[in-house]
């Protein structure tokens, strides 16, 4: 290790390879606090020739490396939990120009999502994927876990953003394809094959992503239900009726009170609704109108919706959204769990996860709240008696309804076992088979998804 | 080969391993007749372990195949240009209950686009992918090649469609997520990978894909435009005004003249501007009048829109725009060329094609239109002078205007020798490091793409 401290300091020079625990801990601990590992090292290359060259040192020394952009996963797959060395991309700030008509950029994977909003917002565009993370999230790390968010509904996860990457594979060598075209089937799609492997295949280096044109206009509106049964079906009608509908969010009466109390605000009276619904459109004229002819003709509503009528009160609507992960993390260590669940599903899903917490942990929080519009659901519990044995009673009742167990973060390290029960064993064997191809040494990540 | 010959009968039955020419001739040549190939048997199977056995026993003979769904390839991707033989995936045409709340249905590879287009509209659904020859091209040959088509700008290619496939790799394996979930990140993304992979990794037996709703009412509009340059920030403009923007579709002034006389039809006098672009938006409440508010606002305008106020209409104006393929196919074996170029580039480009074919061809007919949303042009070049070296120059002008040789085809045999022009020494690396694993033998479509 010693001989590779050297290497490593050589190549990106010594304040660049920090090695003392004060200055490694933060690489070494997520965010919700439940991953923590150790490191001897963290290498913060400044390029991708940098990051071919820290790959190929650690491969010579057989040194194993995780790759970390913002850390803000939820699985452990960006955590050194086995004594990995942390290979840092945040300084792959670089973020080319912005190519309005092509509506277009290319940006390093340590450009934070924040960042690249700013960046590209004076050209009249946006980014077809914002998450509450927004300020720590890197590009890198959000095409590694092919991240989602509140917008899927309307332009899909990460991989339908990305129109090509540069990333350097496990055996040291780079690929590159930024030209950024919207159509481009020469070869194999190694950007979509790198856009959800967890930092096993490859380090993302940069990304060349699609933009799109901000809508003038946007309305949001709170929608109250008597059972999830109907806002599963309104969700289908409301895509079926707006073709600009931008988010289809789920809440529960609970959770919104728990919300509403952490951010110390009075609640619209549709919150009364055992179910609420945030669905957002973006349209050009008078968004509110169709909105609001659109909320008329959904069944099972209960209350008058609360319609945003301006920006100011748009974001409020929202707050109360976003709100809910603090608000679950101010109770303690939240055990959180990311599924998706077919849409004739959904409904009975959300009794049975609360029916099985409260016979394990009758004194817990549990929080079921998410993209309704996908199907996908964040499962939040926290508070005593909350073991490992409640994920895994939850990730059974996903199993069995024909879910995945893993929506937008991945398996990491959390949820390895479960892959097997998920997958069938011809797509494990080819993914161990792309594995050994693209990282013969099994130096990338190796305690996550396939270990 | 006759053992070979023996086992495949056994496998699938001697009445769909047929081997007399007059019987194989069919799945030889493409539709263009450009490619023409010979093979000594097709083989039909009617179900995924049977192809899978196929496989398996090609790889024990060593013997190539090449998969083939409806043939409607322009790329030399599907036909057996040297003698091998040729797995048909037509009689693979099962195709699952639509589920109507979650959208998505399970198609076999042999399931035409028509097909499923009429299966899944008494849902009130339709599929997001839609191209000229949907009675013949199979679910199975868009995934291997990612179709694109005329509503990418709204919903992107096949892989955007694509929640999962069953697939026998190369390797005779057989891998397999039809779970049809919009979110699920278990792992690689093996359907982004086998999608565009041309054949050359696994045969796709099936496919779960996503399904879209049917917009209430459409509008269609035909805009003329002075110049190319005016038609491209059009497009933008319209992309940023419309959300449920469907289409934007490229013509040049010879190229409606040559479809309108083809079909026989009147053109309406907007015909007459030096550029049309076809606009289809589809929206809740009054299509019509959402459209022409935002042609009212689009610069470099030619002529007074065609606006389409029912459907009949607006399958008038569609039909000009489909009958441009036809129409030159109606003056003799045209080389196709399917590219995509940076909005900023495109104008120049359809300039620089025109002259680069008037130096070569004087006398030929040379159309350029297309999908002006994904930047997206097809070059019909046909008539007297027309050589492989117009191909070549046209390409050319393409690499140098930082464009992608292959927008919606692949690569097939008719690009191979351009691939390594337009990607990355590492990304050919990695293409082939991938081709090992998944097809160590190299015995799918071993002549196309990477040989």
Redesign the interface.
Known sequence: LDALTTELRRIVGAQHVPTDRDDTAPYATDWTRRWRGATPLVARPGDVDEVAAIVRACRAHRVALVPQGGNTGLVGGSVPLAGEIVLSTRRLERLGDV?????RVVAGAGVTLEALQHAVAPA?LRFGVDLAARGTATIGGMVA??A?GTH?VRH??M??QLLGVEAV?GDG?????L????????????A??L???EGT?GVVTAAALRLI????TVAVALIGFATVDAA??AS?QL??????IEAVELMLRDGLRLAGAHLDVTLPAVAEAPVTVLVEI????SPVD?LA??VQGLEGRVGEPAVAIDARSAGRLWRLRDAHPEAAAALGVVHKLDV?L???ALAAFVDQVHQSVRARAPEATCLVYG?LG???LHVNVVGPGVTDEIDDAVLDLVVEA??????????GTAKRRW?EQ???P??????R??K???DPDGILNPNV?LA
């Open positions: 190519d309005a008509l092509g509506m009249g876990t092919n989602g899927v899909g996860t991989r339908v594979l060598s780079v690929i590159r394809h030209r950024g075209l919207r159509k481009d089937n020469t070869g194999y799609d190694l979509s094959l856009c959800g492997s295949l044109p901000t809508p003038r599963v079906r289908a895509q079926h009726d707006v073709p600009g973006g349209v050009a004229e169709v002819a659109a998706t077919p849409a004739p993209h996908d199907g996908n024909g879910g995945s167990i893993s929506a937008e973060h991945g398996i892959l998920v997958r069938a011809g797509d494990i064997a080819a993914f088979a792309i050994r191809a693209l998804l």
